[in-house]
């Protein structure tokens, strides 16, 4: 009954239209224009993380999907090992994720914390720009690629990028205008978004019939809804209830505290745990904020309550990106070939500096605020 809600059958439905738009985005050359476009005014290391970065301003499940050809197209040569293009595609698509105010994760943990949104942004923008600095240090850093630039002809960049324009724009006004929408569905709004834009950019640069068909019939999309079916089932059963009524995560808390786990550990573990388990951002906020704002007590200061969430975001989004049941991390590996388990062990380095990251911005939001 869980794993056929709604919202599965939209997401679902969502990660199909993902698909499709982006076979759309390849087919009419817009892809490659603005690979074009970026690589022609900033370096090939520089453009290698900022393609997928661009693209991970669009809060869509599986969205590595867009990010993946973009990456693989600034590598014309094939110089690169495809584990790097896979880590690069993969650790710049989530670097927004801690404050970027249209992903879902955010508002869920804005809505169980309690925060305003401009504090929640606020405090976890240095998460953001911590793992920027870890991406550079141990992904990108090590790339030959730098000094050098592919001239070609630029063209306007929103113009590129307007699809994704579009997408969050719609995505935007139903979800402030037309709220009731969501009721539909909480991917309703991003899939009305995607139909939206894919008629769009047919529009501005039509492909014929014999492209669509292909795009329509691949077996692509059907393996791809197979995989995020698969992950959705088994988070079915991660979130359901156990024989006692409790939820598995809340039983986890009560063996924990058993054992004398100081809150700061349960803090650090469940989010954690949450994360590698559900392998998505809005998975691990609602199995584990619950309990974290339990564990502050009934009466937390606005210093105690951004730096437990600082490092309860960090922990939970690095248990999701280390994740095996992370759609875009399988998709990532699936693009370019390479193996899960081996991309997974090269994270660990950059998510360790986030770690720290996220402990020293708790230290000083406290230090602030008390």
């Known amino acids: 009954e869980m794993f056929s809600s709604i919202d599965n059958v939209s997401l679902m439905v969502v990660v199909l239209l993902i698909i499709w738009l982006s076979g759309q985005m390849q087919e009419s050359g817009i892809m490659k224009d603005l690979v074009t476009t970026i690589r022609s005014r900033i370096s090939k290391k520089l453009s290698l993380a900022i393609l997928p970065a661009v693209i991970g301003l669009l809060p869509m499940p599986g969205g590595a999907l867009f990010s993946a050809p973009l990456v693989d ?29 249209l992903y879902p994760a955010v508002l869920l943990a804005i809505d169980i914390s309690g925060l305003e949104v401009w504090q929640l942004i606020l405090a976890q923008l240095p998460l953001t720009l911590v793992t ?27 113009l590129l990028v307007s699809p994704i324009i579009v997408v969050i724009g719609v995505y935007t006004l139903i979800s402030v205008f037309l709220p009731a929408v969501s009721g539909l569905g909480k991917y309703t709004p991003m899939g009305i978004g995607i139909v939206i834009a894919i008629a769009f950019l047919q529009i501005l640069r039509p492909i014929p019939a014999a492209k ?32 006692g009524g409790m939820l598995l995560m809340e039983q986890m808390r009560e063996e924990l505290n058993h054992f004398g786990i100081p809150p700061l550990l349960l803090v650090v573990l469940i989010p954690l745990i949450s994360g590698i388990t559900t392998g998505i951002a809005v998975g691990f906020i609602g199995a584990s904020f619950p309990i974290v704002m339990i ?33 875009c991390l399988v998709v990532t590996n699936e693009y370019f070939k390479t193996r899960l388990g081996q991309s997974i062990v090269s994270f660990l380095k950059p998510c360790l500096v986030v770690l720290a990251g996220a402990f020293a911005l708790a230290g000083v939001i406290r230090l602030i605020l008390g």
């Open 295 to 327: 564990l502050l007590g009934s009466d937390p200061t606005l210093g105690q309550t951004l730096a437990t969430v600082a490092i309860a975001y960090a922990c939970g989004e690095i248990g999701m990106l280390l994740s095996p049941m992370h759609v």
């Open 212 to 243: 669509w068909k292909k795009l329509v019939f691949s077996l692509k999309p059907l393996n791809m809804v197979v995989i995020v079916a698969a992950i959705r089932i088994y988070g079915a059963f991660i979130e359901a209830r156990l024989p």
């Open 132 to 158: 920027v600095f870890a991406g550079w240090l141990f992904i990108l850093r090590p790339i030959q690629a730098s000094g050098t630039l592919e001239r070609g002809k630029a063209q306007p960049f929103l």
């Open 73 to 101: 197209d600034c590598d014309a040569e094939k110089a690169i090992d495809p584990l790097q293009k896979t880590r690069i595609n993969f650790w710049f698509r989530h670097i927004w994720e801690y404050c970027w105010p």
